[in-house]
């Protein structure tokens, strides 16, 4: 299979040098640009981006110039745009990119809830990938863009989706979400250190409004939002990297921690692609599991795990979930849109 080359946007932030450092050695795809803001552009990459990752930045990116992000649908020699933009920036450049011609696959969510953007995780709903041919019509684009979800919608997501066989009515869930998740600055030390903190700016109403995006049904062309509806409390805790959640699922009939455990035993992915993990589900079955520091790095950090699944009346079951939120709640869940894109010839 041929190479195909690809731009980071916003590759000096933090979700932009996971793209940068999980892409270091991708069979399918090669770093051709790099861009961040004015204050960056005309830099080399080493040292424009302030390295917070264990690992070296990429060889084969360290000494690429910065690009001004302004300027980066003219002329690019690449077919794939993943971004990592700051929302207020996002909001134009990505459309500049898509009219240009290139496939955006984005990490934020100033796009994800309008009509015509899928919104995809694709072990749940790759199927909504046809609103491109749709994206493209309305707005005469020549390229595309396609989103993922928030991080911790992910998370949440995935666990659903073999549990709405059962018929769901409801779900509340409560976050621990880690610090990694604010960004390259993220919260000072002195304010999480013997701390919650219990707010994280619109992390709630996206979790409440994606997931139903997600699971909803194609319908000519929109989606169908899912008929349930979802409460969440969302909380900044002490962890580096790896958001918990505690998820009550409410279903239309009696249900036992065992259907649960079953349907999530038995979910299985239909991908065969590089970043796509062999199992996205994992149950753990020891009763203090899932935990971020043993659990979050499962399948180079793209599966989610589960446990503690109990009942809490007949039709009611709760559990835990736990995932990487900067890998498969971030860049890499954008790296394996990508892939699914070029498996599906959209690329």
């Known amino acids: 299979m041929r190479r195909i080359k690809v731009g980071v946007l916003g590759a000096t932030g933090s ?5 940068v450092d999980l892409l270091r050695d991708h069979p399918w795809f090669e770093i051709a640009e790099v861009y961040a803001s004015e204050r960056s552009a005309g ?8 390295w917070f990752l264990d690992r070296a930045i990429p060889e084969s990116v360290a000494e690429l110039e910065v ?5 980066a649908s003219k002329n690019a020699d690449v077919e794939i745009m993943f971004s990592a933009l700051p929302g207020d920036v996002a909001r134009g450049v990505e459309k500049e990119c898509a009219s240009a011609g290139y496939a955006v696959t984005s990490n934020v969510s100033v796009h994800r809830m309008e009509e015509d953007v899928p919104l995809v995780i694709p072990e749940v709903n790759a199927d909504h990938l046809r609103l491109i041919e749709v994206q493209r019509r309305r707005r005469g684009w020549d390229g595309f863009i396609v989103t993922n979800p928030n991080c911790s919608t992910i998370m949440m997501t995935m666990t659903l989706k073999p549990l709405m066989e059962f018929g769901i009515e409801e779900v509340h869930v409560a976050t ?3 610090v990694s998740g604010a960004g390259y600055a993220g919260v000072p030390s002195m304010a999480i250190i013997d701390n919650i903190i219990p707010f994280i700016s619109r992390e709630e109403e996206k979790m409440e409004t994606e997931t139903l995006k997600i699971l909803g049904t194609p319908e000519g062309e929109r989606i169908k939002d899912a008929e349930f509806r979802v409460t969440a409390s969302c909380h900044r805790v002490p962890v580096l990297d790896g958001h918990t ?15 649960v455990k079953a349907a999530f035993r038995n979910f299985k992915s239909p991908l065969n692609t590089p970043f796509a993990p062999k199992t996205p589900l994992i149950l753990r079955e020891e009763q203090d599991r899932p935990q971020p520091r043993f659990d979050r790095d499962a399948e180079r950090g793209m599966a989610v795990s589960v446990g503690r699944v109990r009942e809490s009346g007949s039709r009611e079951v709760k559990y835990i979930a736990l995932g990487h939120n900067t ?6 869940a954008a790296i394996l849109n990508a892939e699914i894109l070029v498996k599906e010839k959209y690329i």
């Open 67 to 71: 690009k001004n992000v302004n300027a």
């Open 15 to 19: 979700v932009g040098q996971r793209f």
């Open 327 to 332: 890998v498969r709640g971030a860049a890499g």
């Open 43 to 50: 830099k080399p990459y080493r040292e424009a981006a302030k």
């Open 176 to 178: 621990m979400q880690a």
């Open 245 to 259: 959640e505690a998820i009550w699922v409410r279903f239309s009939k009696d249900i036992s921690a065992e259907d």
